[in-house]
């Protein structure tokens, strides 16, 4: 799969972009400018590949309109205020399945539920641009779960969160998995891939780096140094210790105790 | 402080080189609620800053950490209204007596969502730059001069004939960025300087700050990621619901238990409790790293 922007900057060079996503919870990283937030928009239509094609769920993209696409996909954008236009935090998180023609218990059930997921029981009417940058960001991601698609796509979802807010995140995508979703976070915060997400796919300079577990994804510093990305805390521990593939707080644990 | 607390008015400021001249920023029991807002976004907040000092301020949603920001710059409540109790003095100045912008000469604030700095006035990458020294009456050769330099040591040279608008969120944010540098401020606001680049780049934006550091400039810096904070800034100012509940070095605010339940607990404090070693626990990879070896060997 091929993509330029209008003016020519051509985002994933020769051959092109060859890449599958499983199910589960998979991290997309690498550095600014890598193709993450591109390849996204790609997978929910906004943008339409000029070589190649996108398949999501069984579907091809291209072939779809942007609003079938948001039947099976569930898309919170980086930057919030590119997402929110309602008056109330309920009317917003709403909005998709209203849209979407679901039935009035779906709308019902996938409201409150992501309204419950995401902190936001209590703050229905407040209206979101009163609302601080994080509780703005949950909005965006409410909004995103409430059709309840087969698909969600989280980008830079910690961005801006407090320590309490990531564990709710945390917990949020564990969730998503046990309900057999598939999850794509982009992201900057590798403690946050270490923790949350079983796999991970390290894009860098519009080319695939790395796919596969991501206990194996920093084994390789110069890919990881190449992608301007660095390895989790406690995998800097971890490796002052001489204790291996530790990507999470329980793996140096439970390595550090044998 | 002399006689005149609470009233900030008049001509009896200390004289310089006395009482404040080593202070960058102070607030004095700094009550705050925006317009129409129902309850204080920051209370009774006192705190005293030293030039030179780097300090992070960190806590949960709604800690009033934002806030800090837009009081030490002015904002509130020249631009933002609503009602200020106490005293909020900046490189000497009470912060009532002067207007924002000129306040902006001296002391730079770097928004979280560095949209909001832009100034829309300009198409090109450099031109924005250079707004805010332009704007301030700086002759065009030094503006020139101080754009390179900004530009240079934020790493968007190659960014110069770009309009602003077309800027991905990390290259959005080195450019607001430089605009605040080309200002040669004393004192740098930065509300969580990172939070939109990758982590080589955020690499590469610590040590400009390092440096800006060694140099003497004073930094109050909102960051999340605790780690950093406790790698970078030698003291950390905790807060939760707009009160300071901690203020000293980083290993003895971590070490608190009011810290740790309500902020949060940097990852090397975090393992140290679960392993079961005993306190105080580490909050930076070095020292973990030496207390959990000596456990292994």
Redesign the interface.
């Known amino acids: 799969m091929r993509f330029a922007y209008p003016g020519g900057v051509e985002v994933y060079p020769e051959p092109g972009l060859t890449l599958t996503l499983g199910s589960g919870v998979t991290a997309l990283v690498?550095?600014?400018?890598a193709g993450k937030?591109t390849l996204t928009k790609l997978l929910i239509g906004l943008l339409r590949p000029s070589a190649g094609s996108v398949t999501v769920a069984g579907l091809e993209v291209a072939k779809i309109t942007v609003a079938a696409m948001a039947r099976t996909v569930g898309y919170s954008f980086?930057?919030p205020?590119d997402q929110l236009f309602e008056r109330t935090v309920q009317a917003e998180v709403s909005f998709g399945p209203r849209v979407l023609r679901r039935s009035a218990e779906g709308i019902e059930r996938g409201v409150a539920w992501a309204l419950r997921a995401c902190g936001l029981e209590g703050k229905e009417d407040v209206h979101p641009h009163d609302l601080?940058?994080?509780?703005r960001k949950w909005v965006a991601i409410a909004s995103a779960l409430a059709g309840e698609p087969a698909v969600v796509v989280l980008d830079?979802p910690t961005?801006?969160?407090?320590?309490?807010?990531r564990e709710r995140l945390r917990s949020l995508v564990r969730e998503l998995d046990d309900r057999g979703r598939s999850v794509l976070v982009v992201t900057?915060d590798?403690?946050f891939v270490g923790e949350a997400c079983p796999t991970a796919v390290v894009l860098s300079h519009g080319r695939v780096r790395y796919s596969g577990p991501t206990s194996k994804a920093f084994a390789d510093h110069s890919v990881i140094?190449e992608a301007?990305?660095?390895p989790p805390?406690?995998d800097?521990?971890a490796r002052?210790?001489?204790l291996s593939e530790c990507v999470s707080?329980a793996d140096?644990?439970s390595a550090?105790?044998r | 402080m002399g006689p005149d607390r609470g009233g900030a008015r008049g001509d009896r400021r200390p004289p310089r080189g006395v009482a404040l001249s080593s202070t960058s920023l102070v607030f004095e029991n700094v009550s705050y609620a925006y317009e129409e807002a129902a309850r204080e976004a920051v209370s009774d907040l006192s705190l005293s800053i030293a030039v030179g000092e780097w300090v992070g301020v960190t806590?949960?949603?709604?800690a009033g950490k934002?806030t800090l920001c837009l009081l030490a710059m002015g904002l509130a409540p020249h631009f933002f209204g609503g009602r200020l109790k106490g005293r909020v003095v900046v490189l000497e100045k009470d912060s009532r007596e002067l207007s924002v912008i000129q306040r902006s000469a001296e002391v730079g604030l770097l928004f979280?969502?560095p949209?909001t700095q832009i100034s829309g006035a300009r198409e090109r990458v450099d031109d924005e730059v250079g707004f805010g020294p332009e704007c301030h009456g700086v002759s065009r050769l030094e503006v020139a001069a101080r754009v390179e330099e900004a530009m240079a040591l934020v790493g968007i040279s190659q960014l110069a004939a770009r309009h602003p608008m077309d800027l991905?969120?990390?290259?959005l944010q080195r450019l607001a960025l430089a605009g605040l540098l080309a200002m040669r401020p004393k004192l740098l606001l930065l509300d969580?300087p990172t939070?939109?680049?990758?982590?080589?780049?955020?690499?590469a934006i610590f040590d400009v700050l390092a440096g800006l550091h060694a140099s003497g400039i004073t930094i109050v810096m909102v960051e999340?990621r605790?780690?950093t904070l406790c790698e970078l800034c030698p003291r950390v100012v905790a807060m939760v619901a707009g009160r300071i509940i901690a203020d000293g070095p980083p290993d003895d605010v971590f070490n608190r238990e009011a810290v740790q339940l309500r902020?949060?607990?940097p990852?090397?404090t975090?393992?140290a409790r679960?392993?079961g070693l005993s306190p105080p626990w580490p909050v930076r990879?070095r020292d973990?790293?030496a207390v959990?070896?000596r456990r292994?060997a």
């Open positions: 690498g550095e600014n400018g937030t980086q930057n205020d601080g940058l994080s509780e830079e961005l801006g969160q407090d320590y309490p807010s900057h590798m403690d140094q301007g990305l660095e805390h406690v800097s521990l002052m210790l001489g707080e140096v644990l550090w105790r | 806590g949960p949603t709604n934002s979280q969502n949209f991905s969120g990390g290259q969580e939070s939109q680049l990758d982590p080589a780049g955020t690499a999340h605790l780690e902020v949060g607990s990852v090397f975090r393992l679960e392993a990879l973990a790293t959990f070896g292994l």
